[in-house]
T-cell receptor, first 118, second 111 residues
Framework: GAVVSQHPSWVICKSGTSVKIECRSL??????MFWYRQFPKQSLMLMAT?????????EQGVEKDKFLINHASLTLSTLTVTSAHPEDSSFYIC??????????????FGPGTRLTVL | DAKTTQPPSMDCAEGRAANLPCNHS???????VYWYRQIHSQGPQYIIH???NNETNEMASLIITEDRKSSTLILPHATLRDTAVYYC????????????FGAGTRLTVKP
């Protein structure tokens, strides 16, 4: 149990276009989801915290107008990279915090999405 | 959440035990020690966690010192597929804080 999926697993886009990444908790509900970004040979850096039905909370230095987050249901959060540029190329990872059950409040991670902006 | 310190890299021979240390000298009484690993180009994978007692599961063992200021993750018989970055994180599990990652230890298992 406690599976988190991401779609797509990889995407290549042209500079200036927007890309949407989905994060789904497949077998549990998640009031809160988190988005991380990871550059090559670096650790995961938290970008934002996504709460169902409310606005996301962004970490310092992360542009909220560039990285749009929507958490419309208890099983789905989306990250849209708007007007993507090559420097946005990175590995984006989401995690979902279980809202109830034996693993209440534990975080489960998705497999990541590799974004390459040409 | 308390800060952790891990060696940046370690090597281990295939079939031998891999012992990965973590220092968390500022850990507070209600913080647990969590271990995750990240294989190249994949999301973090949960390994094990504990509060103060030693823990064991099918993947690894976690040894926490009596003063809880450090811990060791043990992979009893490392395989090539255990090559990954291992992250030690201390946190209170049943609160609303996010999970933040340090630099971790890059473990390379060699044949």
């Amino acid at each position: 149990g406690a599976v988190v999926s991401q779609h797509p697993s990889w995407v290549i886009c042209k500079s200036g276009t927007s890309v949407k990444i989905e994060c789904r908790s497949l077998d549990f509900q998640a009031t809160t989801m988190f988005w991380y970004r990871q550059f090559p040979k670096q650790s995961l850096m938290l970008m934002a915290t996504s709460n169902e039905g409310s606005k996301a909370t962004y970490e310092q230095g992360v542009e909220k107008d560039k990285f749009l987050i929507n958490h419309a249901s208890l099983t789905l959060s989306t990250l849209t990279v708007t007007s993507a540029h090559p420097e946005d190329s990175s590995f984006y990872i989401c995690s979902a915090r279980m809202s109830s059950g034996a693993s209440y409040n534990e975080q489960f991670f998705g497999p990541g999405t590799r974004l390459t902006v040409l | 959440d308390a800060k952790t310190t891990q060696p940046p890299s370690m090597d281990c021979a295939e079939g031998r035990a891999a012992n990965l240390p973590c220092n968390h000298s500022t850990i507070s009484g209600n913080e647990y020690v969590y271990w995750y690993r990240q294989i190249h180009s994949q999301g973090p994978q949960y390994i094990i966690h504990g509060l103060k007692n030693n823990e064991t599961n099918e993947m690894a063992s976690l040894i926490i010192t009596e003063d809880r200021k450090s811990s060791t993750l043990i992979l009893p018989h490392a395989t090539l597929r255990d090559t990954a970055v291992y992250y030690c994180i201390v946190r209170v599990p049943y609160n609303n804080n996010d999970m933040r990652f340090g630099a971790g230890t890059r473990l390379t298992v060699k044949p």
